[in-house]
């Protein structure tokens, strides 16, 4: 029997799709069922998925799933939702009058290096024998414990813009593998003395692979997958 095509695809996600999705348009482009990613991205994030296309490939997994990973960012506060993103209502609360750089560079100085972050109800971790956001959806909230996760960086990109009671910045951070940056904004908003959810997000780098190299989902074709395919050694 001829071996199955084998390899890592880096695939540039849209926003308003799961990567399960995501999955789900490979099989059919491929027409290969054995198909994994090193990785999840929310829905309403961007950028960096790396994909493993056939058995052999998907053994690999948990080699780049592991790897710390670089994500841009704006944040918004004075305001958050129950998901922490802008997939549910938003709600305005703790209006910011006056922040300044300086006063969001210390806050991001604490946050720098191994912390202790409480997981999100709205994730995929599994309690109770269910994912956490399934149990969210029922209107139950769960005790979680901290888990130690490490923030490499954490850079201000954008000085603070305030408009009616909001404070808009642009972040970028490099964390290690299971840290939540809706969680991230939720802190250093506390921090801050207010709160916050995350506006936009894009995974730029996995590692050493990088967005510059990926291809947009919807330019991965039937005729093309094939020569996009790379062995990610």
């Known amino acids: 029997m001829q071996e199955q ?99 969001v560079r210390k806050a991001m100085k604490k946050l720098t290096g191994e912390i202790l972050q409480v997981p999100p109800m709205y994730s995929a971790i599994k309690m109770k024998g269910k994912k956490l956001y399934e149990l969210a959806r029922k209107g139950e909230v769960v005790e979680r414990e901290p888990r130690p996760v490490t923030v490499h960086s954490f850079e201000l990109l954008s000085d603070p813009h305030i408009h009616n009671g909001l404070a808009t910045i642009s972040i970028r951070t490099n964390v290690s593998s299971g840290t939540y940056i809706r969680v991230l904004a939720q802190d250093l908003a506390a921090a801050l003395g207010t709160v916050a959810y995350v506006k936009t997000l894009r995974r730029t780098s996995i590692d050493k692979f990088k967005i510059e190299n990926a291809t947009p989902l919807g330019e991965i074709t039937g005729e093309n997958w094939q020569n996009l395919l790379i062995d990610a050694q």
């Open 5 to 103: 095509p084998h390899g890592f695809l880096l695939v540039d996600k849209p926003a308003g799709m799961t990567s399960h999705d995501v999955i789900d348009v490979l099989r059919r482009v491929t027409g290969i069922r054995k198909i994994g990613h090193a990785g999840t991205l929310d829905p309403f994030a961007t950028g960096l998925l790396i994909v493993a296309v056939s058995r052999k490939a998907t053994k690999r997994i948990s080699e780049y799933s592991k790897m710390s990973k670089v994500y841009e960012a704006e944040f918004v506060l004075g305001a958050t939702s129950e998901t922490l993103d802008p997939d549910s209502e938003i709600l305005k609360s703790d209006p910011v009058i006056e922040l300044s750089s300086d006063q």
